[in-house]
């Protein structure tokens, strides 16, 4: 068997079947959640949700640089509220970081619900 014939076996071996194609595509798109409906996105979603990247992303960084603003106020005022001993300790530090993590989660969570009623 000479080279020719060993590439053209090896393509028919490798080459799928139309048929087996066609019973292939028709099963994956009868059994996906959206029965009959197209599963890629069309251009015109594309377009309409577009700028929600970018709001997205604006609120996730304004989340962040809150919880970090808040972090750097937050250790010098708590100091004349806590007692000495626990504001000196690594408790201290735990406490505050959780805190602030946790006012920029809620800063990112509310703002993605007004920015979700204000897109409606």
Known sequence: MN???QQRKFAERSNINNSTFDAM????TRYS??????VLPTERDQVRGSG?????GVLY???VVVAIVL????IPLVELIVSPTFY???????CALSFCVLMGYLWVYIG?????????
Request: aromatic fraction near 12%.
């Open 52 to 56: 929600g990247y970018v709001s997205n």
């Open 33 to 38: 959640n959206g029965q009959g409906k197209n």
């Open 25 to 28: 595509n028709t099963n994956q």
């Open 88 to 94: 000196k300790g690594p408790l201290f530090l735990l």
């Open 112 to 120: 993605s619900k007004v920015m979700k009623k204000s897109r409606r």
């Open 71 to 74: 972090f750097i106020y937050v």
């Open 61 to 63: 960084f304004t989340g």
């Open 3 to 5: 080279q020719r014939e």
